[in-house]
C-alpha cells in the first residue's frame, strides 16, 4: 500500500484538486456543472490528441536520435552559457501547451541534460514563444506585447544561470526522481 | 488543426526521415520511447485535462476584473501574479480575459505582471509539470520563478509609469 501510495501520489494529488474543484462547482450550480467541467476537459484532451501524438512521438524519437554523449556535451550540466543560450533558443522556437513541452523536457532530462539548461528551455518556452506571438500581438495590441517582451527578454538565460549556479548539484536527484 | 499541431507534426516528421535514415531500429525505438511515457503518463493527462475543464467552467473571469483596477501599484502587480497563476488555458482563452482588463483601465505594469505571471507561474500547469519533471524541478523552477513577474511589473512602471 504504501509503495503504490508513493508511485502514485501524482495522481492522487490531481484527484484531490479535481474533488475540491468539483465540489465548488457542485456548491455553485449542482451536478450540471460538474458534468459540464468533466465534458469540457474531456472535448479539449480529444481536440488536443493530434497534438498529444506528436509531442509523445517527437519526445521519444529525439531520445532514440541523440545519443546520450550528446545531450551531455551540448546541453549537460558543463555546457555552460552554451547549452543555456541552445536551451532557450529551442524552447522559444517549439509550439504547444504544457503537454507538449514538459514530456520533451523529461526526455532531454533523461537524456543527461543539467538543471539550469532545462529551467532555461521552460522559461524560455513561457516568454520567447514565437508561436504565441501573434495571438498577442492580435490580442493585447502592439504596445504591451513589445513592452512584455523587451522586459522579459534577458529572462530565460538569467534564470537559468541563476538556477544552474544555486541548485546545478541537484541534477542527480532530480533525474532519479523522475525514474522512480 | 491549428498552426501548433502543423508545425509540431513538421517537426516530427523530420526527426522520424533522420531516424529512418539511421535505421528502421532508431524509429522502433523511438515508437516504443513515445508509447512508454504514453502508457506511465495517459491517466495523468486525462485528470489534467478534466481539472483544466472544471477550472473552466468555474470562471474566475469575475474575480480577475474584481481584483485589479487603475493605478493600483505595486498591489495591483502583487495581485496580478497571484492572478496570472490562477488563470487558466491558453493564450487564445487567457489573452481575450487581459484585453478587456486593459480596456477597463488596468495599468501596464499589472498587465505586464499578468501575462508573465499567467506564461511562467501557472498552477494548472504545474499538473504536467509534476509527472515529466517531479517535484524536486518543479519547486525550485517555480519559487525562482515568483521573481519574474515582480520584476517585469515593476520595470515596466519604472520605465513608462
Not at chain 2, 528502421?24 to 483544466?52: E, M, P, R, Y
Amino acid at each position: 500500500m504504501r509503495s503504490f501510495l508513493k508511485k502514485n501520489w501524482i495522481s492522487f494529488l490531481l484527484l484531490i484538486v479535481i474533488l475540491i474543484l468539483a465540489y465548488i462547482a457542485y456548491s455553485r450550480e449542482g451536478w450540471r456543472l460538474v458534468y459540464e467541467g468533466i465534458i469540457i476537459g474531456i472535448t479539449i484532451l480529444v481536440r488536443e490528441i493530434p497534438l498529444l501524438t506528436a509531442a509523445f512521438l517527437t519526445a521519444g524519437l529525439i531520445q532514440a536520435l541523440v545519443k546520450k554523449e550528446f545531450i551531455t556535451r551540448w546541453l549537460g550540466q558543463d555546457s555552460g552559457l552554451k547549452g543555456i543560450l541552445l536551451a532557450c533558443l529551442g524552447g522559444g522556437l517549439i509550439p504547444g501547451g504544457p503537454y507538449v513541452y514538459y514530456p520533451i523536457a523529461g526526455a532531454l532530462l533523461s537524456s543527461g541534460a543539467g538543471l539550469g539548461v532545462l529551467v532555461a528551455f521552460v522559461t524560455a518556452k513561457n516568454l520567447w514563444s514565437v508561436s504565441r506571438l501573434p495571438y498577442e500581438f492580435a490580442l493585447l495590441g502592439s504596445t504591451i506585447t513589445i513592452r512584455r517582451y523587451l522586459i522579459t527578454f534577458l529572462i530565460p538565460p538569467l534564470v537559468g544561470v541563476l538556477v544552474e549556479w544555486l541548485f546545478g548539484g541537484y541534477i542527480h536527484k532530480i533525474r532519479e526522481n523522475v525514474k522512480e | 488543426m491549428n498552426t501548433s499541431t502543423i508545425v509540431l507534426w513538421i517537426i516530427t516528421l523530420t526527426l522520424f526521415l533522420f531516424s529512418w535514415k539511421k535505421g528502421a531500429d532508431t524509429v522502433k525505438k523511438g515508437a516504443q520511447l513515445a508509447w512508454s511515457t504514453t502508457k506511465k503518463n495517459g491517466l495523468l493527462i486525462i485528470l489534467a485535462f478534466i481539472i483544466a475543464g472544471l477550472v473552466t467552467v468555474l470562471s474566475p473571469e469575475d474575480l480577475v476584473t474584481a481584483w485589479i483596477g487603475p493605478n493600483s501599484g505595486w498591489r495591483g502587480i502583487i495581485s496580478a501574479e497571484f492572478l496570472g497563476a490562477l488563470l487558466p488555458g491558453g493564450p487564445y482563452v487567457v489573452f481575450p480575459i487581459i484585453a478587456i482588463l486593459v480596456q477597463a483601465g488596468a495599468g501596464l505594469g499589472p498587465a505586464i505582471a499578468l501575462i508573465t505571471s499567467w506564461s511562467t507561474q501557472s498552477l494548472l500547469t504545474i499538473s504536467f509539470e509534476l509527472p515529466f519533471m517531479g517535484w524536486r524541478f518543479t519547486a525550485i523552477r517555480w519559487m525562482i520563478g515568483l521573481l519574474i513577474p515582480l520584476f517585469a511589473g515593476f520595470t515596466a512602471i519604472l520605465l513608462w509609469g
